[in-house]
């Protein structure tokens, strides 16, 4: 079916047939819902909702702009006066950091599959203010010093918002600039496991990002909703290594890395809602756009003026993301409602690629790389329905199947063009036990997102490797099994729990293509998955003002690997990360105090030839201290680093591919010292 057709015609069902949703989300039950009042917050001397939302007892915030392919799949877990946000980069988590916290009314904590928004399911909160027609201002600034780099002053943030009748609005200025070091020995021995060179190198990494965004909000008597929002962001990222070669038997020489980006994206979004018919029909829209040229640089050569080799990587990429959508919503009667929704995207990405090399000194020369002058377009369109029911006072029903139909296409050194159509959707139940538990269980029928850049090949000349395009790359599916529980301790706190079961088909991972090789599909992979956000209130135990908060996740996974036949973990993937935070607000003072450590590890990265894996260890720590009323303003100073946290790589080759002999690796742990960080914010 031609995607123009498909698009269209779905557009049609949903404004002309009925259901799909209002994203003004029907209230729950108080039964139904946890909800916390601005002075549940106060010990935290909070400025804006997101300080607010983060202290949730067991909540995490996810991510609006998760990699899931368009709206229809989105993951955010926030809603703001019952809606989602109609944005991605600019999504909800920073919506909150513009509302200030003197218009928050409360905190509602739901089950998403009690709503009338399809595919939400899972613990939800539901930011409610009051739209009070005054102006409020927040502020943000942090300076950093670390070992080996110069400290950074500029990390800030500031935000206002207000409201007059039916408009509200809200801008946000903020710099977020990254720094990183490390330094130490490399080792290199061949395939006996004799030493053949050291290295002594010294990395550092300088980055900048600065964006302005905002939103505007337009609610009149008449029952129509409108919002639109905005970001622009800009961003330059070098990083340089310097090494001290030494050779066993050899001459001493240098090697010289520099890699550069200088990007600017900007994000576009906007939704219309109001009464069509016995319902409610919603418009969105989203449009995004990235600029993103990158330079490596790569010399090398001996002291004794032997053995220059130069090399350098031109890039420039073009993305962009463009949606429509459409979504109808109607309910019958109390506790059930129908719903129609319709999606047509429009995703691109464009490559321009150079790679010059010289030899001894000798001028550059251009070397050809095959698809890396290439653009890959997809259309998409989606029609998706959706039925919702109270099966009981305490069990909940939600339904949603549909289809997805794609086109994609490559142009430039690879002229490619397929079409896809592939079934979707889900079934969540949840029962609410108890007023202190509720059980939750989806099944879920999904299609991945791509990365563009899985179609273009590229070089990495530090390594001395390169990836090839692959144009024949498709999405992976799955069917996904989600059981959560959602525990409430009352004066105890509150713990979510997730197993997740994954059964994969076209798993993305590293495949041979041709003579050389790149990112593939494989047929199928399983995944298992633990998930936990939990908060423990430790007064009870005579630890007053004091909480602990753990959350993590856990992964295993399984494919078989495309090189040897055996069975391996998919190429990459995350085996765990955890952030664990105790905090005590000292009681009947201003001063607060807290530890946090946080860590991850990830499966080694599968080539055809080599496996290499980058490690930071042991776990991150760092130490604060907080002052809420500096002259009325919130002070904190951190130490950070406290356990020597360690960069580590290791990498082997062989030949003549992972299923040979050894014949070289290679690995370094390098130290990046203590960090030191001191931080002001207020409101105004």
Same mark, same amino acid.
């Given at each position: 079916m ?19 949703? %209002?994203q003004?989300?029907? !209230?729950a ?5 946890n909800?916390f ?20 007892p ?17 993951r ?27 218009r928050?009314?409360?905190?509602e904590?739901?089950? $998403?599959s ?5 595919g ?72 006996? /496991?004799?030493?053949?060179?050291r ?20 609610k ?27 050779p ?13 980006e ?33 330079t ?19 890039q ?12 109808? %919503? ?7 409602d ?29 070397? !050809? ?37 794609s086109?994609?296409?490559?142009? /430039? ?13 889900q079934?969540?139940?949840?029962w ?30 530090d ?17 996904r ?12 706190? %509150? ?16 495949v041979?293509?041709?003579?050389g %090789? ?8 399983k ?28 992964f ?22 955890y ?30 030839s ?17 002052h ?16 020597d ?6 990498r ?7 299923? $040979?002999?050894?014949v ?21």
């Amino acid at each position: 079916m031609p995607f123009r057709s498909l698009l269209l015609g779905s557009l049609a069902v949903a404004a002309l047939a009925g259901p799909a949703i %209002a994203q003004e989300a029907t !209230p729950a039950s108080a039964a139904d819902r946890n909800v916390f009042q601005p002075a549940d917050f106060s010990q935290y001397a909070p400025v804006t909702a997101l300080d607010m939302v983060r202290r949730v007892p067991g909540f995490a915030i996810l991510s609006d702009d998760s990699g899931q392919r368009g709206f229809g799949q989105a993951r955010g877990n926030v809603l703001i006066n019952g809606q989602r946000v109609s944005a991605k980069s600019n999504g909800a988590e920073a919506a909150l950091g513009r509302i200030a916290a003197a218009r928050v009314v409360r905190i509602e904590v739901l089950e $998403g599959s009690q709503l009338e928004i399809p595919g939400l399911s899972g613990k939800v909160v539901n930011v409610v203010t009051d739209g009070v027609g005054t102006v409020d201002g927040s502020w943000r600034w942090k300076m950093r010093v670390r070992e080996d780099l110069p400290p950074s002053f500029d990390e800030f943030n500031v935000s206002l918002s207000g409201a007059k009748d039916a408009t509200s609005w809200t801008l946000e200025a903020s710099g977020n600039p990254g720094r990183g070091a490390d330094a130490g020995w490399r080792n290199i021995w061949d395939g006996t /496991g004799t030493l053949i060179e050291r290295r002594d190198e010294d990395f550092t990494s300088i980055q900048d990002n600065v964006s302005v965004s905002g939103s505007l909000s337009w609610k009149p008597p008449s029952g129509v909703i409108a919002n639109l929002n905005a970001k622009g962001q800009i961003y330059e990222g070098n990083q340089k290594q310097i090494s001290k070669t030494f050779p066993v038997g050899g001459v001493e020489g240098r090697r010289f890395f520099t890699s550069s980006e200088d990007e600017w994206n900007g994000e576009l979004g906007g939704d219309y809602e109001f009464g069509a018919g016995p319902g409610r029909l919603k418009l969105i829209g989203l449009a995004r756009y990235e600029h993103s040229p990158y330079t490596d640089v790569f010399r090398s050569g001996n002291l004794d003026g032997t053995g220059r080799f130069d090399q350098v990587f031109l890039q420039t990429v073009d993305e962009g993301e463009y949606i429509l959508r459409t979504e109808y %919503a109607m309910s019958t009667k109390p506790g059930v409602d129908w719903q129609v929704s319709a999606e047509g995207a429009f995703n691109t990405l464009e490559a321009e690629t150079d790679l010059f090399e010289a030899i001894g000194g000798g001028p550059l020369v251009e070397i !050809p790389l095959g698809l890396s002058n290439s653009r890959v377009e997809e259309r998409r369109g989606e029609v998706i329905f959706t039925h919702g029911r109270k099966l009981s006072p305490k069990l909940n029903l939600q339904i949603s199947a549909g289809a997805e139909y794609s086109e994609l296409s490559q142009t /430039g050194d690879a002229e490619n063009k397929r079409e896809f159509t592939r079934p979707k959707g889900q079934a969540t139940l949840s029962w609410q036990q108890s007023d202190m538990l509720k059980l939750v269980g989806k099944v879920e029928r999904r299609v991945g997102q791509l990365n563009f850049f899985d179609f273009i090949s590229s070089v990495n000349l530090d390594q001395g490797s390169g990836v090839d395009g692959n144009p024949e790359i498709v999405p992976n599916q799955s069917w996904r099994l989600n059981l959560e529980a959602q525990k409430d301790f009352k004066d105890w706190g %509150a713990s979510t729990v997730r197993l997740i079961f994954v059964e994969l088909e076209d798993v993305i991972d590293q495949v041979p293509i041709g003579t050389g %090789a790149g990112p593939g599909n494989i047929d199928s992979g399983k995944l298992f998955a633990l998930e936990t956000n939990s908060t423990m209130k430790l007064s009870k135990l005579g630890f007053a003002g004091a909480e602990l908060t753990f959350n993590g996740r856990y992964f295993d996974t399984e494919v078989d690997d495309p090189v040897t036949g055996q069975r391996r973990s998919i190429n990459a993937h995350l085996i765990y990360d955890y952030n664990l935070e105790l905090r005590q607000d000292v009681p009947n003072t201003d001063w607060a105090w807290g530890l946090i450590v946080e860590g991850f590890k990830q499966e080694p990265q599968y080539r055809i030839s080599e496996v290499m894996l980058r490690e930071n260890e042991p776990a991150f720590s760092f130490a604060y201290v907080e002052h809420k009323d500096v002259a009325g303003m919130t002070a904190r100073v951190a130490f950070g680093n406290l356990f020597d946290q360690r960069d580590k790589f290791w990498r082997q080759q062989y030949a003549p591919d992972r299923s $040979g002999t050894l014949v070289r690796s290679e690995d370094y742990s390098r130290g990046f010292g203590p960090i030191f960080t001191f931080e002001l914010k207020g409101k105004f």
